[in-house]
Every structure is written in C-alpha cells, then in structure tokens.
C-alpha cells in the first residue's frame, strides 16, 4: 500500500486539530470516529503533533465570571528604540512575573503587524489591577512604549473555539 501523500497527512492533522480544539479532552475513540480515522491513526497523529510543537498545549475555557475575574487586551505601540538584549526579558516568562505581582494572568502575548506591536490578553480582579499592570510594564519599558490602551471585554461569545454557553445573557447588554 503507498504511503500518503504529504498534502493527506496535513489535511488528516488539520481533522485532528480541528477536533482537539473544539474539545481537548474529548477521547481519541471519539475524535477517531469524528474524523473517520482509526483510534491508532490518530494517537499517532497527536503525538507527531505534539513532538513536533505543532501542539503547545491544552487548556481549560473559563467562565471568568465563576472566578470573579474579567479579562482584559493591552495594546501597546513601541517607539523606534531597538529593543536589543532587552528582548529577553520580554520573551522569558518577565511578563508573567510582573501580573503575578499585581494578580494578573497573562493568557495570551504576541507580537504584531499593523497599528499596534504588541497584544498581551490577560485577566485581573478588576480595572484598577489592569492598570496597576499597565503602569508597571510602562515603567519597567519605558524607553520601548509609545502608546497603550487597555481594553476590557464585556462578554465573550466564543472562546477558543467555544461556544459561551451563556449566550443568552448577551441580550442583557441589548
């Protein structure tokens, strides 16, 4: 029997990926009958994935309102100061030790193209632990910041991937 193809083996991982974000806990015998694959065909897909960091990790969708959390985006415009060196600290986990200090969980932080550099998705108790976050990072990066904006989110619809099972309370807001 020949082996597949190298654009069968992408479209059979894109299935997978599809499934394992719609639920990552969801079964392998589950996923498999989804995907009309084996339970073997997908474990192995799921552990290439992972080997080869296709897969970061999997995590759980909160409901940050159970937790008495809210979630927040911080867009930060840089200046044209290079960064140099001091990208390291940005990069390995300074971020992260910085909310820490102020009840911050940062979720999310990427690198941009377009009005805006930097994103950094987060949540905090409220808006003042927001801000005390923002003031700190503008204080620690100075010299790197030209413009930043918080923004709160006030319902989320859909979640990575999923769907808020509270959608019904969207029509409060209306």
Same mark, same amino acid.
């Given at each position: 029997?020949? &082996?597949?193809?190298?654009?069968?083996?992408?479209?059979?991982?894109?299935?997978?990926?599809?499934?394992?974000?719609?639920?990552?806990? *969801?079964?392998?015998?589950?996923?498999? &009958?989804?995907?009309?694959?084996?339970?073997?065909?997908?474990?192995?897909?799921?552990?290439?994935?992972?080997?080869?960091?296709?897969?970061?990790?999997?995590?759980?969708?909160?409901?940050?309102?159970?937790?008495?959390? &809210?979630?927040?985006?911080?867009?930060?415009?840089?200046?044209?100061?290079?960064?140099?060196?001091?990208?390291?600290?940005?990069?390995?986990?300074?971020?992260?030790?910085?909310? &820490?200090?102020?009840?911050?969980?940062?979720?999310?932080?990427?690198?941009?193209?377009?009005?805006?550099?930097?994103?950094?998705?987060?949540?905090?108790?409220?808006?003042?632990?927001?801000?005390?976050?923002?003031?700190?990072?503008?204080? *620690?990066?100075?010299?790197?910041?030209?413009?930043?904006?918080?923004?709160?989110?006030?319902?989320?619809?859909?979640?990575?991937?999923?769907?808020?099972?509270?959608?019904?309370?969207?029509?409060?807001?209306?």
């Amino acid at each position: 029997m020949p &082996k597949s193809s190298r654009k069968q083996i992408d479209d059979d991982e894109k299935k997978v990926i599809r499934e394992l974000q719609k639920n990552s806990k *969801e079964s392998i015998d589950k996923i498999a &009958k989804k995907c009309g694959f084996s339970r073997q065909k997908v474990w192995r897909i799921i552990k290439r994935l992972e080997k080869n960091k296709t897969i970061w990790g999997y995590h759980a969708v909160v409901d940050n309102e159970k937790i008495k959390m &809210k979630s927040y985006i911080l867009l930060l415009k840089r200046t044209n100061v290079p960064i140099g060196n001091n990208i390291d600290k940005i990069l390995k986990d300074s971020l992260d030790q910085i909310g &820490k200090q102020v009840n911050v969980n940062v979720h999310l932080n990427s690198y941009l193209h377009g009005i805006y550099d930097w994103m950094l998705c987060f949540t905090a108790e409220d808006i003042r632990h927001a801000k005390k976050f923002s003031e700190i990072l503008t204080r *620690e990066f100075s010299k790197y910041i030209s413009e930043i904006h918080i923004l709160e989110e006030i319902f989320p619809i859909r979640k990575c991937g999923s769907a808020n099972p509270n959608i019904a309370k969207l029509k409060e807001f209306f």
